[in-house]
Structure formats: structure tokens, C-alpha cells
């Protein structure tokens, strides 16, 4: 499976951005199968979850997104959603999804990254 993130930019402190992550050379029904996440790397720092969702869907969130953040997915357009809300700079990173049919807390496919960026 390939994964395509956007929707990264350039958003002042409070505001919001929703990023999309959509999956190609994958069938409906292996999708619908897969577990789905995105993930961040701010600069200096190691890459952390920040919110999954499961095949079965079940949600987990990175204890620091505290309600600001909803992870959704739509499985027959093959594509999971990151809705940010009340933006800190500290969220400032690169996003990445992440995708896989097991535990994509230690395996899976990496999409490539989409950077956000929230000003002060």
C-alpha cells in the first residue's frame, strides 16, 4: 500500500488544519482491514503517536492532544482524516500516517510527511 498525506501548512496559534492521508494500490476490502495512525517528528525529537485507529475502530490518542485532536477514517474513499483543532506552537512537526494490517505501533507502511507549522 502506498499512503499520500496533505494538508499540512502554515496556521497561527488556536487555529485549525485538517490533514488527509489517502491510500492507493490497496482494495477497498484490505483497507477497511488495515489499522491507520498518524504519527509526528518535531525537529530534535523522536517521532510519537498521535492517534490511531484500528480496523475494529477502536481510537487511541497521544496523551497530549487532550480532546484537540479527532482522527477519523472514511474506508470507501481509502483515506483517513487528522482534524487539529486549538493549535499550539508546540505541534509544530512533520505529520506522517502510517498503515498496516498488524500492530503499526511497531509495524507498517510509512506515508511520507506533511509539514505543520503553528506561529505564535
Known amino acids: 500500500v502506498q499512503l499520500q498525506a496533505s494538508g499540512g501548512g502554515l496556521v497561527q496559534a488556536g487555529g485549525s488544519l485538517r490533514l488527509s492521508c489517502a491510500a492507493s494500490?490497496?482494495?477497498?476490502?484490505?483497507?477497511?482491514?488495515?489499522?491507520m495512525g498518524w504519527y509526528r517528528q518535531a525537529p530534535g525529537k523522536q517521532r510519537e503517536l498521535v492517534a490511531v485507529?484500528?480496523?475494529?475502530?477502536?481510537?487511541e490518542y497521544g496523551d497530549f492532544v487532550k480532546g484537540r485532536f479527532t482522527i477519523s477514517r472514511d474506508n470507501a474513499k481509502k483515506t483517513i482524516y487528522l482534524q487539529m483543532n486549538s493549535l499550539k506552537p508546540e505541534d509544530t512537526a512533520v505529520y506522517y500516517c502510517?498503515?498496516?494490517?498488524?500492530?503499526?505501533?511497531?509495524?507498517?507502511?510509512w506515508g511520507q510527511g506533511t509539514l505543520v507549522t503553528v506561529s505564535s
Open positions: 494500490r490497496s482494495i477497498l476490502s484490505v483497507f477497511s482491514a488495515m489499522n
Open positions: 485507529t484500528n480496523a475494529g475502530g477502536r481510537i
Open positions: 502510517k498503515g498496516g494490517l498488524g500492530d503499526i505501533t511497531r509495524f507498517g507502511s
